[in-house]
């Protein structure tokens, strides 16, 4: 399996993957652990004792991985989250934010097909968890960034939050709320820019990766456009690593080219 040296990370440097329950944030977790130099990885989803992946690889590593409870919904399980990052390590060089729906029965939410199909409900849910959470992330994760180390502030997004890429249509729910959160990375990237400067700001897409995200959708997705989550965070970790304070507010792919908005 290829690895990657993530040689701009810090060394015991600390990251937090927002997300990690399973899918790609799962993957990155598993890729960050197999880096020796990565000192503390923290992996975080709503329900970290139900997570049995996550269980297993603390038991493998519980020096080095610690899990925490945080639902992007409920901005005092961010705060919390921060608050031990801060207490335990004091600093964040690598957060990744993963989170991220489109479908969810439990919601009633299911990518929109024509506006007919468009409901107010499920509009909400996806701003929620796929813009407002990397936000909040922000706004309590910018104290650990206050430090003189190259660190890297990332949001998992995709290619179909793009508007000038968009020729297909409806997904309202998933589209509106990538773009949202595209729009709120670039102005992180600002901000940070200003208060906690190390820090480069991007959005990424991963390429359709098979996860229970997209598997509803993979049936006319050629076999080597689909990703495994493995290879997928390898290939976002690599392009993590060779971004560049001009890169900060970017948009990128897993290959490393830029996207436009
Ligand atoms: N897979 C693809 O082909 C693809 C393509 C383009 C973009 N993306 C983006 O990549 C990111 C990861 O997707 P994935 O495919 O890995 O999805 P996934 O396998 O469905 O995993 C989603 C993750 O989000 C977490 N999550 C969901 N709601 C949450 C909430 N309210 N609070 C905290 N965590 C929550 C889940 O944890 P729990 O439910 O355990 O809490 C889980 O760890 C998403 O932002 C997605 O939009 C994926």
Known sequence: MPTTPLSQFPPSGVALIQGASRGIGLALV?????????????????????????QHLVVEHPQRLSLLPLDVTDEASIAAAAATVAAQSGALHLLVNCAGVLHDAQHE?????????????????????????PLLMAKH??????????????????????????????????????????????????????????????????????????????????????FTPHYTAVRLLSVIDGLTPADSGGFFAWDGQPIGW
Not at 31 to 54: F, I, K, M, N, W
Request: aromatic letters at 8%.
């Open 30 to 54: 598993e890729a960050l652990l197999a880096v020796e130099t990565v000192g503390r990885v923290y992996a975080s989803c709503r329900q970290p004792q139900q997570a049995d992946r996550l």
């Open 141 to 226: 994760c910018q104290p650990l960034f206050r430090h003189r180390q190259r660190a890297v502030f990332a949001s998992i997004s995709a290619r179909v939050g793009s508007i000038s890429d968009n020729r297909l249509g409806g997904w309202y729910a998933y589209r509106g709320s990538k773009v949202a959160q595209n729009m709120f990375t670039r102005n992180i990237a600002i901000e940070y820019g200003r208060s906690v400067r190390n820090t480069i700001c991007v959005a990424l897409h991963p390429g359709t990766t098979d996860t229970e995200l997209s598997q509803p959708f993979q049936t006319n997705v050629p076999d080597a456009k689909l």
């Open 109 to 133: 939410l299911f990518p929109e097909k024509k506006l007919a199909d468009v409901r107010a409900e499920s509009l909400h849910y996806s701003f929620t968890v796929n813009a407002v959470g």
